[in-house]
């Protein structure tokens, strides 16, 4: 297992985030060492994370009905997984893009979202300076009673992000899928885990066996008990399972 430093941070200027002539909202926060420099991982709610690496801010999936955004940094990177409304939140993303910021999506966000970088499953990208994985997000199991998946195959990406030498996992609205056999040190995954429409804890716990990751976060776990996942993961102390407010 990796060597890190984990540190709980509350308040977002803890986290050495500068919200000049703003009070700064409190977050849940955790900052890890890599040899690029430290990450520092804020926990927004639901399916919504800010990462801060070398001054640079990266959104995933920022939400209106989570965060005032005017009170947060604004974004150097945006990624969005797919076009669901808790996902794709184009007030938020207005509210945090600069001329500058990079933006990322798949091609079913592209009507909703105009210019920006279009990632299929499986592309590569270099985004301010870091290196971005696409990977595949979809259902095989959880269906729509009209027996189309919630999240079919090739519409939603999940995302690998490179810092340094330590590779962060934010696998988007996705089951256990073949794919995941095929990412490699992963040093912090975000794995979703609410019904019906991604994984029960069962099922997560399988998908960190795949991936196995050394720090792994539940997320979007709606009202599935975080604490079950833990539970599961019991007989595998290598994967160190942290619950944050990810409701």
């Known amino acids: 297992m990796k060597t890190m430093t984990i540190i709980m941070l509350l308040p977002l200027v803890a986290a050495g985030v500068c919200l000049a002539g703003a009070a700064?909202?409190?977050?849940?926060?955790?900052?890890?060492?890599?040899?690029?420099?430290?990450l520092t991982i804020t926990f927004i709610g639901h399916g919504t994370l800010m990462l801060t690496y070398n001054d640079k801010v990266i959104h995933v999936d920022p939400w209106s009905r989570l965060a005032d955004y005017e009170k947060l940094p604004r974004a150097d990177l945006i990624l969005i997984t797919h076009h669901h409304q808790d996902h794709l939140d184009t007030?938020?993303?207005?509210?945090?893009?600069?001329?500058?910021?990079?933006?990322?999506?798949?091609?079913a966000c592209k009507a909703?979202?105009?210019?920006?970088?279009?990632?299929?499953?499986?592309?590569t990208?270099?985004?301010?300076?870091?290196?971005?994985?696409?990977?595949?997000?979809?259902?095989?199991?959880?269906?729509r009673e009209n027996g189309a998946p919630f999240h079919p195959e090739?519409?939603?990406?999940?995302?690998?992000i490179q810092f340094g030498d330590k590779k962060a996992y934010v696998a988007g609205d996705t089951e256990v899928i073949p794919e995941m056999k095929t990412l490699t040190d992963i040093a912090i995954a975000f794995l979703p885990m609410n019904l019906?429409?991604?994984?029960?804890?069962?099922?997560?716990?399988?998908a960190a066996r795949i991936i196995r990751p050394d720090i792994l976060y539940p997320?979007?776990?709606?009202?599935?008990?975080?604490?079950?996942?833990?539970?599961?993961?019991?007989?595998?102390?290598?994967?160190?399972v942290r619950i944050r407010d990810m409701k």
């Open 125 to 143: 990208a270099n985004l301010i300076g870091l290196k971005i994985l696409a990977t595949p997000a979809y259902n095989i199991v959880h269906k």
């Open 196 to 206: 019906p429409y991604t994984m029960t804890p069962e099922m997560t716990a399988e």
């Open 24 to 38: 700064a909202p409190s977050f849940q926060a955790d900052t890890f060492k890599t040899d690029g420099g430290d």
């Open 219 to 240: 997320y979007h776990y709606g009202e599935t008990d975080p604490g079950r996942l833990k539970e599961l993961l019991a007989d595998a102390p290598e994967i160190d």
């Open 154 to 160: 090739g519409e939603g990406n999940g995302y690998v």
């Open 112 to 123: 909703q979202l105009g210019p920006g970088l279009v990632m299929k499953n499986g592309d």
């Open 91 to 107: 007030k938020a993303i207005e509210t945090l893009r600069k001329p500058e910021t990079a933006l990322a999506f798949p091609e």
